[in-house]
């Protein structure tokens, strides 16, 4: 049996390398896995999407609609966008931010409101997370990464890995520290402001 996840962000939030240290994770499990990633504009806010399969045996990483256990959601409306990827009972987890893409700012186009609450009435299983503010009060807001990660590893029921050595083997020394305290933020599941069942 295998297991699909979606990670979902904007360019520079680090949906990248929060895909690859999950991914190095779950290989340390024992899993099979296969990604794929998808950033085409992602250096201009682009949108940035990893595709995991993990499992016994994985022929190919694409996840087709209405397959994904897990969407990690770095900004709402990439969890807009890939929502109808998520199989019904999955979960979506998904930052508490919003990053106004260009139509937006340049006023030809409207930031969907109350996103949160159109989740909330459309999957069981979701979470609205502080990362971003938290990984601000941390002094660095690109560690918001590491706080969704996390949430994401507990979520699937995978918190008990080597994570810290992980983490070291993808991390420069010097980010080490902060990185591991928004780990262990996201991992005591902080920052939850919205949730129906998880």
């Known amino acids: ?76 409306i990439e969890a807009l966008r890939w929502l109808p990827y998520l199989k019904d009972k999955g979960i979506l987890l998904v930052n508490d931010l919003e990053i106004y893409p260009l139509p937006v700012l340049s006023g030809k186009e409207i930031y969907p409101q109350n996103v949160e609450d159109y989740l909330q009435d459309k ?8 990362a971003h503010w ?16 996390a949430a994401g590893v507990k979520a699937l029921g995978l918190e008990n890995l080597n994570w810290p050595a992980i983490l070291a083997a993808h991390l420069p020394a010097n980010l080490l520290e902060i990185n591991n305290r928004a780990w262990e933020i996201g991992l005591k599941g902080e920052g939850k402001n919205a949730s129906k069942t998880c």
Do not use: W
């Open 1 to 76: 049996m295998t297991k699909a996840i979606l990670l979902v962000g904007v360019g520079g939030q680090g949906t990248l390398l929060a895909s690859r240290i999950l991914s190095a994770g779950l290989v340390k499990a024992g899993y099979d896995l296969k990604m794929s990633e998808i950033h085409g504009m992602a250096q201009r806010g682009g949108s940035v999407i990893t595709q995991i399969k993990y499992g016994e045996k994985v022929y190919a990483p694409l996840v087709g609609l209405g397959e994904a256990d897990l969407l990690i959601a770095f900004e709402k």
């Open 123 to 130: 999957v069981e299983n979701f979470q609205l997370l502080r």
């Open 134 to 149: 938290l990984a601000g009060e941390l002094g660095n807001y690109r560690v918001q990464n590491m706080i969704i990660l």
